[in-house]
Structures are given as C-alpha cells and as structure tokens.
C-alpha cells in the first residue's frame, strides 16, 4: 500500500499540481497587492477619496464610522466595497490564467492529424449495386 502512494505522489499530475496550488497562491498575493495597491486607490480618487475596501452600508442601524469598527462591534454590514475588490481580483487573475494558457498553446507542438479514413463507395456506388442485386 506504502509502494502505491509512493507512485501516485510520484506521477507527473500530482506533482504538476502542487506546482500549480503553490505558484497560484504566490500569483494571488500579487493581484490581491495591484487590486489593492493600485487599482482600489485609482477607483477611490474617482469616487472622491473613499478607501474603496472599506465602503459598506450598515443593516443594522448602529452608524459605525469604519468597517473596521463595524467587524469589531458585531453590526450587521454589506461590504460592497470588499466584494467588488474580490470581483475585480477574479477577472484579473481570469484574464492572465487565459492568457497564459493562450501563450502556452501556441508553444505546445501541434498534433499531427489522424490520417483520414479510407473513402468508401458513394451512394450512387452502393444505389448501383443494390440495383444490379436485385436484378439477378
């Protein structure tokens, strides 16, 4: 049993996903830092200086001043503000995975195409035989 684990953990699917799951944290940290860093502020001085990631709206009456401040109180918020920065994250990181997976296409070697299937007798063939069959 120790032998099969060994060689599922050893195949090259399993050892390109951990790749994989180890570089997309690294590459999340990335857009989370140009959402946050770059892309909220620009949308922040449009809106007239509002920290974006903290714009929310309180259900539950309380007026805090900060979301920070709601979070620590318990109010019930809707933290449109952190949803948006999540959606824009996740067409960021959408667009370069297709991106890459484009670049990675055109760099793979085509597959050689399978040969075509040998012709076989056309319908008018097969009409003309059916035809002479029946003639005999």
Known sequence: MIQEF??????????????????????????????GDLINPIIGLILGGIN??????DLSGT?????AAAKETGAAVF???AFITAVINFVIIGWVVFMLVK????????????????????EVDLLKDILAALKK
């Open 103 to 122: 670049a990675m296409n055109k760099l793979m070697p085509k597959k050689p195409e399978a040969p075509a299937a040998p012709a076989g007798p056309s």
């Open 63 to 67: 007026n805090p001043a900060s979301l």
């Open 79 to 81: 933290a449109y503000g």
């Open 6 to 35: 060994k060689a599922f953990l050893m195949k090259g699917n399993v050892m390109d996903l951990a790749v994989g799951i180890i570089i997309g944290a690294a590459f999340t940290a990335i857009v989370n830092s140009l959402v």
């Open 52 to 57: 974006f990631s903290d714009m929310f709206l």
